[in-house]
Structure formats: structure tokens, C-alpha cells
């Protein structure tokens, strides 16, 4: 009988929690698509269905609630609205008393009432240009 070296193969359940956690799986055309967070600018929810944008101006439907697709995320998105969660990184503008955000892909999102404090305070360690209306 032949011994052979010993081996050891990685064991998928030894990831790290964080690692299992590092993208978001959606369906487009019959194929499963991996995203991960830097290609994500914003999220839109609309009841138990949440609409993905990335950054090349695509557009995913995904039935998961915002609140559970926020616990995936890390702390560079920003819950700005009920319906929107941003990526504090593709914010390039903050308009009409921090009442807008501005996203590089050229969509506009309302911050809510209630948290425009939170938000400015936030994004205030970045150098964005304000433009009050």
C-alpha cells in the first residue's frame, strides 16, 4: 500500500463570518451575479424588494428587505431614508441644506428629515461641496 503525503483541503464552514458576508448574490438572466459592496453606489427599497444600482449603471432586483441587506453591509453605506441605504464613497455632492445627496452616477437621493444631522455629520470629514437652494 502506497502512503501519500498528507493533505489538507480548506474547509468552506471555517470561512470567516465576514468573508461569507462580503457580497450580495442576485439573479439576472437565468445567471447568479456576485456583487460586492465597492460596486455598489445606493440601494432603493420598496417593500420586501430592494433594487441594487452599481457603479456601470446597472439596476438589480433582489427580494430582501433593506434592513437585511443593511445588516450585510459595512459601516461606508448610510441608512439616509427609509427606502435609501448609500455608499458613503460614491457621494460627490450634498444639496439644498444636505436635504440631497448627489451620487457620481448622476442619480440624486432625498435624505429624510430625521436624519440629515446624522448624515452631515458623517460625510463632514469628507471635502464635498454644499450648494444650498
Same mark, same amino acid.
Given at each position: 500500500?502506497?502512503?501519500?503525503?498528507?493533505?489538507?483541503?480548506?474547509?468552506?464552514?471555517?470561512?470567516?463570518?465576514?468573508?461569507?458576508?462580503?457580497?450580495?448574490?442576485?439573479?439576472?438572466?437565468?445567471?447568479? =451575479?456576485?456583487?460586492?459592496?465597492?460596486? =455598489?453606489?445606493?440601494?432603493?427599497?420598496?417593500?420586501?424588494?430592494?433594487?441594487?444600482?452599481?457603479?456601470?449603471?446597472?439596476?438589480? +432586483?433582489?427580494?430582501?428587505? +433593506?434592513?437585511?441587506?443593511?445588516?450585510?453591509?459595512?459601516?461606508?453605506?448610510? %441608512?439616509?431614508?427609509?427606502?435609501?441605504?448609500?455608499?458613503?464613497?460614491?457621494?460627490?455632492?450634498?444639496?439644498?441644506?444636505?436635504?440631497?445627496?448627489?451620487?457620481?452616477?448622476?442619480?440624486?437621493?432625498?435624505?429624510?428629515? %430625521?436624519?440629515?444631522?446624522?448624515?452631515?455629520?458623517?460625510?463632514?470629514?469628507?471635502?464635498?461641496?454644499?450648494?444650498?437652494?
Amino acid at each position: 500500500m502506497k502512503n501519500f503525503p498528507s493533505f489538507t483541503r480548506p474547509n468552506l464552514s471555517e470561512r470567516s463570518y465576514n468573508d461569507s458576508r462580503s457580497y450580495i448574490s442576485v439573479q439576472s438572466m437565468g445567471r447568479t =451575479i456576485f456583487l460586492t459592496p465597492d460596486v =455598489i453606489t445606493f440601494l432603493e427599497g420598496e417593500g420586501n424588494y430592494t433594487f441594487i444600482y452599481t457603479n456601470n449603471g446597472k439596476k438589480y +432586483l433582489v427580494s430582501k428587505t +433593506l434592513k437585511s441587506l443593511a445588516e450585510q453591509l459595512s459601516d461606508k453605506f448610510l %441608512r439616509v431614508h427609509k427606502s435609501y441605504l448609500v455608499n458613503a464613497d460614491y457621494v460627490v455632492e450634498r444639496m439644498e441644506d444636505d436635504r440631497m445627496l448627489k451620487l457620481s452616477c448622476g442619480k440624486e437621493v432625498v435624505v429624510s428629515r %430625521r436624519k440629515i444631522k446624522e448624515v452631515s455629520g458623517l460625510l463632514d470629514h469628507t471635502n464635498l461641496i454644499r450648494i444650498s437652494a
